[in-house]
DNA sequence: GCAAATATTTTAGTTATACTAAAATTTGTA
DNA sequence: TACAAATTTTAGTATAACTAAAATATTTGC
């Protein structure tokens, strides 16, 4: 199993992320001045990676068309991300970084080249599948949740989400939550912000209306 | 600050252990050859790397005469040796390797950048003073533990001491070990030292008597 | 003390990776 | 179909690290 240099490896990981813009489930070709923006290099210098990846068989390259990920290189670039998440969530969990703190780092430790390690640290997580800024991470299938999870208080009037989870477990908070109604699984739509204080109305389960503030709803994880 | 490439850091690392050789607490000129040898080039490169290294302040050079590291090439060195030998402990304590696997990996993660990761990662292991090897690790002033590493050839009979390394860090030397119940850790005492082939018997943690060959006591570290 | 042996440095390259400006080509569209 | 935009090719550049061979310095043996 070849092993791919540094800018081999993120090249990889924004073609994937590209390929997946927009259209959820769906897979786009992706354009040479499109990565080029990307990696904050040429198109120039672009075709010629583009060649060297085709020719180790990780992306379907046809010249002027634009490229897709072969089988091979989506895992390639699956697995970079799959690093990439479980070490934020390593710094986050274990080390007490914040979440804003960690993509440095964890734009270096990503490019660590041992499977055993990968295996080793994601059971040592618990099997995490979100990292610390609700992104899914692939297992080492490379399957994973298909949404993103976003606080409540990101969302815009009109949107409609589940409630999937929260920052804070404590039992005080949760049973807040189970008093007005927000439980785990409730489906939502809001139905207004006010600008005031940021709160936040909400119809839940296409019934009850109800106003939470805005340190309620950043604590609150919704897919939509 | 400067941060140094990859191979800049493991010149850095192999001078500082080459200065340091055979004189416990002295620090001796290192040759070029020598270099050459320990990181498998030619001398003609080493040349080269030396006066890179000089002209970043890290090394006291003077053609023909060999080189020292500087106050700043020493805490670069021992920072690398710092980062190494923590992640190893990582490895070994929360990731279960066992200590003949981690090196490699090791050589990978000394290499990334980041002062407040190491300082975490050194909290979040219980600021250890030795790696699963036995080797001292300096804390973040570039402290260590001085004591001596003796091998277990040179005690004599009575002698009572802790068994704290290995000088070949081999796979099958290690699993070897792990055998005859000589792990590191284990408090021994020498209680006769065969002429003949001046093996040794010794007595593990007050219980079992072993005999190990000269071989194998050569390339046992002690403490006592 | 000096010549030979050894060690080291310099010279003049090589290789590999990644990048770029400018020219050439292809594609999509008006 | 012609032109603009996108892309590729060409012909380089820069950097890092390495090397053989030649030149130079140091050490050693006599």
């Known amino acids: 199993m070849q092993t791919l240099s540094f800018t081999e490896e993120n090249y990889m990981k924004i073609i994937y992320r590209a390929s997946k813009l927009s259209s959820p489930g769906k897979t786009k070709e992706v354009t040479t001045n499109e990565i080029a923006e990307l990696t904050d290099t040429k198109p120039a210098s672009v075709s010629d990676m583009l060649k060297k990846l085709a020719a180790k068989g990780l992306i379907n390259y046809v010249k002027y068309q634009g490229v897709t990920l072969t089988t091979d290189g989506e895992a390639k670039a699956l697995l970079v991300i799959r690093k990439h998440r479980l070490w934020e969530v390593f710094l986050v969990d ?81 049973k807040y939550l189970d008093k007005i109604g927000l439980t785990i699984g409730a489906y939502i739509e809001i139905t207004d912000k006010i600008e005031f204080d940021q709160s936040l109305e909400i ?3 296409n019934g009850r209306t109800i106003i939470i503030s805005k340190e309620i709803a950043n604590n609150i994880y919704t897919l939509d």
Not at 98 to 125: C, G, M, N, P, T
Not at 140 to 146: D, F, I, L, Q, T
Not at 163 to 173: A, N, Y
Request: proline share 6%.
């Open 94 to 174: 274990k080390l007490n970084f914040s979440w804003d703190e960690v993509h440095d780092i964890a734009e270096q430790l990503e490019h660590v080249q041992s499977d055993e390690l990968v295996r080793r640290l994601d059971q040592f997580l618990g099997f995490p599948e979100y990292d610390p800024h609700g992104d899914p991470i692939p297992n080492e299938k490379g399957e994973m949740n298909s949404k993103k999870k976003v606080y409540l208080i990101n969302m815009k009037i009109g949107d409609k989400c589940d409630v999937v989870g929260v920052k804070d477990t404590s039992p005080l908070f949760l």
């Open 203 to 205: 119809k839940v389960n």
